[in-house]
């Protein structure tokens, strides 16, 4: 079975301070991808990131950067010196190039992250 | 234009009342998808679609029914709605197995 576990709920910090989004998932493929998207109060999803398995590379994308540990499932997300603008929730998905793959996303809980001024 | 287009994107309904939420895309892809958004629960996938011909089920298929008419449209039924379907719905499209969704704004649904 395929699963993302996004555990912090909600999380609320400083504008300036660096903050960390976990995202743990399960698989029995080998090769898959991982996505980060972005959820603003308007509602939209926007694409972040995709990073596929076979690339441990960690990313860095101006104030984002992804790190990705197969040894640990896990594809967390950090937003360095935080801005009010990044406050929305934040989603982890997974999808499998499998002999059950269909393409479909699985989703994450999401994290809540609030930015205060 | 968004790419991928949702109609209505904001509807109140009664218990028992028929629904469609409809979605055209202009990505030329063939795969496409219907999500549904609690919170708390993020998104599930209630029905997806590789073309035409090829219509499956998702995780939460249930109360729900879809028609893909067209490679770029993909409509998705309530045929008798109540309340715990009040959500948030997502049509999304893909290309390939490794590609990101590209997602529709959203249509809000409330079901009395």
């Known amino acids: 079975a395929q699963k993302v576990t996004q555990a912090q709920t909600e999380i609320s910090v400083v504008e300036k301070e660096d903050v960390t989004l976990d995202c743990v998932y399960e698989t029995r493929d080998t090769t898959y991808y991982l996505f980060w998207y972005k959820q603003p109060p308007s509602g939209e999803l926007v694409f972040l990131i995709r990073?596929?398995?076979?690339?441990?590379q960690n990313e860095i994308s101006g104030r984002y950067s992804w790190n990705f540990q197969k040894s640990t499932s896990s594809f967390n997300f950090t937003i360095t010196a935080s801005q009010v603008v990044d406050s929305a929730v934040y989603f982890c998905?997974?999808?499998?190039?499998?002999?059950?793959?269909?393409?479909?996303?699985?989703f994450g809980q999401g994290t809540t992250l609030q930015v205060k001024p | 234009d968004a790419d991928v287009t949702q109609t209505p994107r904001n509807r109140i309904t009664k218990t028992g009342k028929r629904i469609m939420l409809e979605c055209s895309q202009t990505k030329g892809h063939d795969r496409m998808y219907w999500y549904r958004q609690d919170p708390g629960l993020g998104l599930r996938l209630i029905y997806y679609s590789f073309d035409v011909k090829d219509i499956n089920k998702g995780e939460i298929s249930d109360g729900y029914s879809v028609s893909r008419q067209a490679q770029a449209k993909f409509s998705l039924s309530l045929e008798s709605a109540i309340p715990n379907q009040t959500a948030l719905y997502f049509c999304a499209t893909k290309t390939g197995y490794s590609g990101e969704l590209f997602f529709g704004e959203g249509s809000r649904l409330t079901v009395l």
């Open positions: 990073r596929n398995s076979f690339d441990e």
């Open positions: 998905a997974l999808t499998s190039y499998g002999s059950s793959n269909t393409g479909k996303l699985i």
